[in-house]
């Protein structure tokens, strides 16, 4: 592995910008001062996402009382916080377009949403809340893995390699380039001056014990976890023990473990196309 590789990774020079409806958002609710009608203007120039918003708003997991019709509703109803997620989350596929198109980039995509889904369900059930958080946290966890695949060659054919083996994709990574891609995604949403908690939790997807914010990255990595045994993931490795342990922490038994299987299952279905899955 050429040494420059590693420390153009280490620095992440030229990484790709976060999309500008994204980055237009974040910055309006940075201000004090923000009005509605402002985040209304920016987010509505965006058909897809103004299009997926409201069809999240008026979706079963929302259940609004009455339908939602436009999107100074939706944000009023979804909260600006949680608008804001949802933006980048929507977002994110755009950056996945940017990068050279593979199986490999597909596959890291559908395996994101999933985990986001199935994040977001397992928080509902433990916390009965929503958490757009666990959400944007597992939409963004494995993106350091694109930006690997960009800068390192032969890095597809590393994954091929360990699948169906026993072995860790991030274990591999510290053993062969002393970098992994839990780091440098969360360098790369440092850089796009998102809140702590999501470079902290994507750092530590894979060792959360170390995290800041364990009550956020436990679930994720439960939910990567489970989706990896489930054949929805990029490698087959999963860790039955670390499932078993953090099943019981979180309280969930075998019946609600069904529960939230099930509901991944119905809500994945319909929220594949909002995704372009
Ligand atoms: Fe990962
Ligand atoms: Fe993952």
């Known amino acids: 592995m050429s040494s420059d590789i590693i420390s153009k990774l ?3 020079d030229d990484l790709p910008a976060l999309p500008q409806t994204a980055k237009k958002v974040i910055d309006i609710l940075n201000k004090p001062d923000f009005s509605f009608a402002e ?18 708003a008026n979706s079963a997991l929302y259940s609004p009382k009455s339908e939602i019709r436009n999107l100074t509703q939706a944000i009023t109803f979804l909260g600006a916080t949680n608008i804001k997620n949802l933006v980048i989350a929507l977002s994110t596929k755009t ?15 559908e395996h994101s949403v999933a985990v986001a889904i199935y994040s977001r369900i397992v928080a509902l059930k433990i916390s009965n809340k929503i958490s757009e958080e666990v959400f944007l946290i597992g939409m963004l966890h494995d993106l350091g893995i694109i930006i690997m695949n960009q800068y390192i060659k032969n890095y597809e ?4 390699e360990i699948y169906g083996t026993e072995e860790s994709l991030y274990e591999k990574e510290k053993e062969l380039f002393d970098i992994t891609h839990a780091e440098v995604g969360a360098k790369l949403v440092e850089l796009w001056n998102l809140p702590g908690i999501y470079s902290d939790a994507i750092k530590y997807h894979h060792s959360s014990e170390d995290s800041k914010y364990k009550e956020y990255t436990k679930i994720v990595e439960y939910s990567d976890l489970v989706l990896s045994k489930n054949n929805m993931n990029i490698v087959s490795f999963t860790d039955e023990n670390r499932i078993e342990q953090l099943r019981n922490e979180f309280g969930i038994d ?3 473990s069904d529960e939230i299987d099930e509901m991944f299952n119905e809500v994945y279905q319909y929220e594949k196309e909002l995704f372009k899955l």
């Open 39 to 56: 985040l209304v203007s920016v987010i509505s120039k965006d058909m897809n996402i103004t299009a997926s918003i409201l069809k999240l």
């Open 254 to 256: 075998v019946e609600t």
């Open 95 to 109: 950056l996945f377009e940017n990068f050279k198109a593979s199986l490999l980039i597909q596959k890291v995509w």
């Open 157 to 160: 054919e590393m994954i091929s």
């Open 10 to 12: 280490k620095e992440l």
